[in-house]
């Protein structure tokens, strides 16, 4: 197993196997790295600035700046 899959697989276990976004199940190699705080702003890929997600999700977020994102996770935290 890769670093990559490693870490992918801690995320996933942290989630309870499931993208950090839509909440749908998720295979760990159908797993994304999403950062919290935009690699474009932070280059910083600690496991808490880390998330993984779909696919879909993920590129769904691409331009949302961090508050959005971090508003995004603290509403599904609460459902």
Known sequence: M???QKRKLRL???QNGKCCYCGQ???LEDATFDHVIPK???KWNALNNLVV???S????FAAQPPKEKI???SRLAFD
């Open 57 to 60: 999700c993920n590129s769904g």
């Open 71 to 73: 508003l995004m996770l």
């Open 53 to 55: 997600s779909c696919q």
């Open 12 to 14: 996933l276990q942290r």
């Open 40 to 42: 474009a702003i932070m």
């Open 25 to 27: 199940p998720l295979a």
């Open 2 to 4: 890769t670093r990559n």
